[in-house]
């Protein structure tokens, strides 16, 4: 639990006693298959539940998008054998295609980093929308990961910076960033080599990159097996280095630096990087020859354009997306720490192979209603739509129209069609708008014309279509929209 930080909830009582909300349920079902689940007769299980969770996000944002109370649907499978582990993990992937795919919602199964959760193969199920927080890589081969897990293989460049005989010293006053420099110099920012500097376990680590680059945290921590590492400050860069912020680079660190190199920078002759002095960079810098590499390993983010590592011939496409999904194998993380255990045939006691696998619920809905917009409000899709009609008579005066609305209305309810009844003494135009906003797939309008010549008008808003019917047709017709 302590992986969580602080996005964990944490209460105090009135007796000053500490809680938590649960973000998340992997300790406390481990717990519950401890004591239920003895042998191997009773496996495999899968245990679930629907509830809501909490966790303190430092940006909640877009309404019930990330939200800090939210719906989930989780569940944790136990099994025997790895066999058994991958067969419901296949099955548990192959439900939520289903599941958003008949939500309407376009999406896709993305390889993914497994954050908190820890276990080795895990996906997310990430539904396309353009407000989304997560950033999907794609190819026409058919790779897809998202932005903490992408690889690439970089893309062509242009004419290298020639190395040198040895490097060469240049005076770059005040010149810190990679634009500056590059600028200041008339070179590519590709040219420049960033140096970021963190610690680890109480070391120092540089970690190398393209100059026009980003890296990628996630992936630097887990090369280095700690989950905890930290940029160094101003101070502790210019105790380390003898220069200020920006002129760090990876020729003279003090013996015992950690240097990580981007696997881009493999045979890149010229190297323009910081020469650990304010106001200076050095040119013409070979790796190997000037310094030397602990670690070659793709540690900076993909881009859109980008080659593709799997097919290597296509270039990756960006997308936004919402994460609806994650599932994982968990194998025995849990079931070791914890030490929950079944006894098998011969009567010894096993750990659990385990997965999870986590639905968002709430999520599900904002990501619906992301996907499913006009500049006049939103669209349901018909699968998840919380009315299948919405009812509107145009004047409530008119006893006709209020009856045949009560008439219509009860015929929904028991007929089984869900429908919502605006009863509302507003002006036509203000109702319109509102079903507008609000979107349900087929409305029902009931005004004086019509009704005098037994007819009711239809608006269908996913099709923009409106119709003229028998009203001994309506609940025909609504059934046969929704068949
Ligand atoms: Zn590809």
Redesign the pocket.
């Known amino acids: 639990m302590k992986h969580f930080g602080p996005e964990l909830f944490k209460l105090t009582d009135r007796k000053n006693r500490m809680f938590a909300l649960g973000p998340t349920h992997e300790e406390v079902v481990t717990d519950l298959a401890r004591s239920e689940l003895k042998s191997y007769r009773q496996l495999p299980q899968c245990l679930y539940q629907i509830l809501t969770k909490f966790r303190d996000e430092i940006r909640p944002r877009f309404g019930v998008m990330r939200a800090r109370e939210f719906v989930m649907k989780d569940a944790y499978s136990f099994h025997t054998s790895e066999e058994s582990l991958d067969e419901t993990y296949r099955r548990m992937a192959e439900a939520y295609r289903r599941i958003l795919d008949r939500c309407g919602l376009e999406n896709a199964m993305v390889e993914a980093d497994a954050g908190k959760i820890g276990g080795d193969v895990n996906h997310e199920f990430v539904v396309f929308a353009d407000e989304g927080e997560s950033e999907i890589f794609r190819?026409?081969?058919?790779?897809t990961a998202d932005s903490e897990r992408a690889e690439s293989l970089g893309r062509d460049l242009e004419a290298r910076e020639p190395v040198r005989p040895a490097p060469e010293r240049v005076h770059t006053p005040g010149r810190k960033s990679v634009e500056d420099v590059s600028a200041f110099l008339g070179v590519h920012a590709s040219q420049l080599v960033k140096t970021l500097l963190y610690k680890s376990n109480g070391k120092a680590v540089a970690a190398l990159i393209p100059g026009d680059r980003t890296l990628n945290e996630t992936k630097l921590a887990k090369i280095l097996g700690d989950p905890f590492i930290e940029p160094l400050c101003e101070e502790e860069i210019l105790r380390l280095t003898g220069g200020e912020v920006g002129f760090s680079g990876p020729v003279g660190l003090p013996a015992g630096t950690t240097i990580i190199a981007d696997r881009l920078l493999d045979g890149q002759e010229g190297m323009i990087v910081g020469a650990n002095e304010t106001d200076a960079h050095l040119r013409g810098v070979k790796m190997g020859r000037d310094f030397s590499v602990s670690e070659s390993e793709p540690i900076s983010r993909a881009e859109a354009g980008d080659l593709?590592?799997?097919?290597?011939?296509?270039a990756?496409r960006s997308q936004r997306g919402v994460e609806l999904g994650h599932i994982f194998k968990l194998n025995k993380k849990y079931s070791e720490s914890m030490n929950a255990t079944y006894l098998d045939q011969s009567g010894s006691e096993k750990h659990f192979m385990m997965g999870c696998y986590g639905f968002g619920i709430s999520r599900a809905v904002a990501a619906a209603i992301e996907q499913h917009n006009d500049d006049r409000g939103i669209i349901w899709p018909k699968s998840i739509t919380p009315f299948q009609v919405l009812i509107v008579p145009l004047n409530l005066s008119d006893s006709h129209i209020v009856e045949t609305a009560e008439s219509i209305y009860a015929e929904f309810v028991s007929e089984g069609i869900s429908a919502l009844f605006d009863d509302r003494d507003l002006r036509p135009g203000y109702k319109f708008k509102d079903a507008e906003l609000l979107g349900i797939p087929v409305r029902v309008t009931l005004g004086e014309r019509n009704l005098k010549q037994g007819k009711i008008e239809l608006f269908y808003r996913i099709e923009d279509r409106t119709e003229l019917i028998e009203r001994s047709e309506l609940t025909r017709i609504v059934k046969e929209y929704y068949s």
């Not at 593709?308 to 296509?314: D, T």
């Open positions: 190819c026409a081969c058919g790779y593709c590592p799997r097919c290597s011939g296509g990756l």
